[in-house]
């Protein structure tokens, strides 16, 4: 769902009203289930919410008092089971729905406008990958896709977005070939920042992309969705570092937020 609501985010454009993903943790012959009260809670927004974006509707907590709407770049499944498992992760949710009304939770949103016209974009790239760094990887791993006619590439490297300095050379080369590589953390919450060590500042000089507190998912969707707008390497690079759909956050939130 995660990946359906990045991809929807960047198709749909100019939205006139919401578009809400909804689903259930658990299936709807338990005693437990979620499925009522996300459906009921992402009907409630689509119907009264001020905003007019792709959202992903699930419960706030483990408990059935709230739904939270997350917005579609910025939502993440952080839990294999449990109901309240989607979050938002370096944003807060978009809004609350609680009984029976629709809260907004932040003033960042594009607001319903019912004369908007929506623009359809829906062409995607398959030749993107998505590789997280590890010690000792082989950088043979990232040839491979080169290789194989991959135009894009989005590292998931470590902290504030390193890789070894044995992948520099064939980083080098990759992107002198006209594939476009970009830089996202392993790190769940946070931003990177590769002006702080000098291995982060020689990617920087070889061509590789900061994206800022992208989530890794988010980006791979977004460069097969830029691909698929254009072939041409500078205006790819140019589309990737722009925030189409709120999946850059302007600044780092202090509250970061895990499961109690």
Not at 73 to 78: A, D, E, I, S
Not at 87 to 109: E, F, H, W
Request: proline share 4%; aromatic share 6%; net charge positive.
């Amino acid at each position: 769902m995660g990946y359906t609501a990045a991809a929807l985010s960047f198709a749909l454009q100019n939205l006139p009203v919401p578009v809400i993903l909804v689903g259930s943790q658990r299936s709807a012959d338990r005693p437990s289930s979620d499925a009522a009260t996300n459906l009921v809670g992402a009907v409630t927004a689509a119907a009264n919410g001020d905003f007019a974006e792709v959202t992903l509707a699930m419960h706030e907590t483990s408990s059935d008092t709230s739904v939270a709407i997350h917005r579609g770049t910025k939502v993440r499944k952080c839990h294999t089971s449990r109901r309240d498992t989607f979050r938002s992760v370096n944003a807060l949710p978009i809004a609350r729905v609680q009984d029976g009304k629709a809260i907004m939770l932040t003033s960042d949103y594009k607001k319903r406008i019912a004369s908007n016209k929506l623009v359809l974009k829906p062409e995607f790239s398959e030749k993107v990958a998505l590789i997280k760094f590890y010690p000792g990887m082989d950088p043979k791993i990232l040839e491979w896709h080169v290789d194989n006619g991959y135009k894009g590439l989005i590292l998931e490297g470590t902290g504030l977005g390193h890789v070894s300095k044995y992948c520099f050379e064939t980083l080098r080369k990759i992107v002198e070939a006209g594939v476009l590589v970009a830089m996202t953390s392993q790190c769940i919450w946070g931003r990177i920042n590769m002006n702080v060590y000098d291995a982060g500042r020689d990617l920087l000089d070889l061509g590789v992309i900061p994206l800022e507190d992208m989530l890794p998912e988010t980006a791979l969707v977004k460069l097969m969705w830029v691909l698929g707008q254009t072939k041409k390497v500078d205006e790819a690079q140019k589309l990737l570092k722009t925030n189409v759909a709120g999946e850059f956050s302007m600044r780092s939130l202090p509250d970061a937020v895990g499961f109690e």
